[in-house]
């Protein structure tokens, strides 16, 4: 039952009608306020006011190269310390190129993210993006996060511009939103050493931004932050979008405890996730987009978040690595008409984009061929292409 009684929160909800950005204390409060539904209704209109009923969603193939890394971030399952531990892998070139050449049916985009791997060359990286863009010149290369980008010009002794620059000339077409984790120097020293920290990862954005890249942002929520530090991190990309208006869209990414050594922290809630795109909503009225990363919280919750501010469920992510290795339960990939379904469930207008938000199709109505989507249990989609069990 809603008690939207609260004279605070009815003076938050003035602001956010008014177009006045929420302050830090604003942002506290709407995660302590107990009516969360009420704080979801809110984030719904601003969503609802930005984009309507529709909610987007892309076809694309994740290639994560290799997950031998360097830092020692204490959520991650995926990386591998050294080449020569048992799990660590590198992919080839060619094996690059054929990923693409054997999953590549249908996609619009590929999303490359890894490791910082210290020995392999500079051109290794740089040959990604050309061998990705040699085998489908027609599909665009989000990679890199900016953790990796501050990598390479530390690693190979580049300064920024020339990193960003000669993988623009690769092909590159986007920047991922990855390794932002949290921001607050507190939390962000007892979670990761050895990769960017947050100034640095903020001015690899700004940089990209400058270059005429639009890039991703994320925060990673649910280990050892406080609210307070969750909604600093918020204000903090809020600053940057107002400098350079280069962020397409925001993804909260839920902590996943397996396989990692904060694995005794519980995984954050529904309602924590919930509560999580609606304060993030709320909080980034300069951001387009909020993104509910389907593979992380679920497809019940990515169904429910379209209620609650989220406008976007990512896409058909065919074989992603580094939250399944930390114990996501959600299928490998879904197929186009998978979800389109979710979204229609969601009682929401299922719109497919290309990665910088053109639009490639609509949904009819027309009926859909498939499976019903069964949230409780891991499936194979309905093509048949893609295995559930990728051994890690
Ligand atoms: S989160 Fe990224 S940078 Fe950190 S250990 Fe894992 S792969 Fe390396």
Redesign the pocket.
């Given at each position: 039952m809603s008690t939207r009684t609260d004279p605070r929160f009815d003076e938050i909800a003035s602001k956010v009608r008014g177009g006045t950005p929420l302050t830090l204390a604003d942002g506290v409060f709407l995660y302590r306020y107990p009516d969360l539904l009420a704080v979801g209704s809110l984030a719904n209109e601003v969503r609802e006011r930005l984009n309507g009923n529709k909610t987007y969603f892309n076809v694309n193939l994740h290639v994560n190269p290799t997950?031998v890394?360097?830092?020692?971030?204490k959520?991650?399952?995926?990386?591998r310390l050294r080449p020569g531990d048992p799990q660590a892998y590198t992919m080839t070139l060619p094996q690059i190129r054929a990923k693409l050449k054997e999953r590549g049916d249908g996609i619009t985009e590929v999303h490359v993210?890894?490791?910082?791997h210290d020995e392999v060359p500079w051109s290794y990286y740089l040959d990604t993006i050309r061998e990705l863009k040699a085998e489908r010149p027609d599909v665009h290369i989000k990679a890199y996060?900016a953790?990796?980008m501050h990598?390479f010009a530390e690693h190979y002794k580049m300064p920024m511009t020339q990193v960003l620059t000669e993988l623009i000339d690769a092909g590159l077409g986007s920047m991922p939103g990855?390794?932002a984790?949290i921001f607050a120097e507190r939390a962000r020293r007892k979670l990761?050493t050895?990769?960017a920290d947050a100034e640095q990862w903020l001015d690899v954005h700004r940089q990209a931004h400058r270059l005429g890249l639009r890039t991703n942002c994320t925060m990673l929520y649910g280990t050892v932050e406080t609210l307070e530090e969750r909604v600093d991190h918020m204000l903090r990309l809020r600053a940057l979008q107002e400098e350079t208006g280069g962020f397409q869209t925001f993804i909260p990414l839920a902590f996943h405890p397996e396989g990692n050594s904060l694995g005794k922290l519980p995984a954050p809630t529904g309602v924590d996730n919930l509560r999580t795109y609606a304060v993030s909503r709320l909080m980034l009225h300069n951001f387009g987009h909020i993104k509910a990363y389907w593979i992380m919280i679920g497809l019940a919750t990515a169904q429910v978040s379209q209620s609650f501010g989220a406008d976007d469920v990512d896409g058909t992510v065919q074989e992603e690595k580094?939250y399944h290795m930390a114990g996501a339960g959600t299928p490998q990939a879904l197929s186009r008409s998978e979800l389109v379904r979710l979204i229609r469930e969601a009682g929401r207008h299922a719109v497919e984009r290309d990665t910088l938000y053109g639009v490639r199709w609509e949904d009819d109505g027309a009926p859909l061929p498939g499976i019903r989507i069964d949230a409780s249990v891991p499936y194979s989609n309905n093509n048949g292409r893609i295995s559930l069990s990728v051994a890690h």
């Open positions: 997950n890394c360097v830092a020692d971030c959520f991650c399952s995926f990386a993210v890894g490791g910082l996060t953790a990796e990598f990855g390794g984790e990761c050895g990769k580094i």
